[in-house]
């Protein structure tokens, strides 16, 4: 088991970098990444609308927003030439089948959402932060000493994380921040959708942990004080 590397986790609703030594976080080097997977499914939705696919606004509307994005979408290597592969050709193109029985073609839409990850600006975050700056800075902010492992234990987690295409592009946007020739790698587990839940379960099955369950009577009685003492402990 590796004891060293950084946890890089794109969710739902949040993503960090999260360097770690002897199986523990470095909390002063943690980085936020500011694109989880809610905004590029957002952000798909604007993309397929300006397609023609309709507009796309109710909560059944938005699950055919997510179904696209995790059947079709993908991670360009290089992302100008496939904008110009996208208006020169129609090779892109995959047909999406709607509830409804229409037919709706989903173009350059399938590259373009999940570019937001690399360039947080297409949304409008001009002072975001990057998948591949968060995992630069998190290593840079750690002794040297460590770094060379760091580097070379990139752990990806999160189904954000499962774009085909994701982990080589991102393996070579991070190696393009250190100098020429610094080896990078980029780990991608089969199972790292449910990475986080397995945590949990690491976590919970601790000794420790168990110090700090609260009965139901506490959380009745004494809820949020308790809670609050709890963590601190």
Request: charge should be negative.
């Amino acid at each position: 088991v590796v004891q060293t590397g950084v946890a890089l986790r794109i969710g739902d609703g949040s993503s960090y970098a999260v360097p770690f030594f002897d199986g523990l976080p470095i909390a002063a080097a943690c980085q936020k990444i500011s694109v989880c997977g809610s905004h590029i499914t957002k952000y798909l939705t604007t993309l397929l609308e300006q397609e023609g696919a309709g507009t796309l606004t109710t909560t059944a509307e938005r699950e055919i927003v997510r179904d696209i994005k995790e059947r079709l979408c993908y991670v360009a290597q290089n992302f100008e030439s496939e904008m110009e592969m996208s208006i020169s050709t129609t090779a892109l193109q995959k047909p999406y089948e709607m509830p409804s029985g229409d037919m709706i073609s989903v173009n350059s839409s399938r590259f373009r959402c999940t570019e937001a990850l690399f360039e947080p600006s297409f949304l409008g975050l001009d002072n975001g932060i990057s998948v591949q700056r968060a995992a630069f800075d998190a290593i840079a902010k750690c002794d040297q000493e460590i770094q060379e492992t760091l580097r070379q234990n990139i752990y990806l987690s999160g189904a954000s994380t499962l774009f085909q295409g994701f982990p080589e592009r991102l393996e070579k946007e991070i190696s393009s921040l250190f100098p020429k020739s610094t080896a990078v790698t980029v780990l991608a587990p089969a199972d790292r959708k449910y990475l986080a839940w397995a945590g949990g379960v690491i976590v919970a099955s601790r000794p420790e942990f168990y110090e700090k369950r609260l009965s139901t009577q506490e959380h009745d009685e004494h809820a949020p004080e308790v809670r609050i003492r709890q963590c601190l402990l």
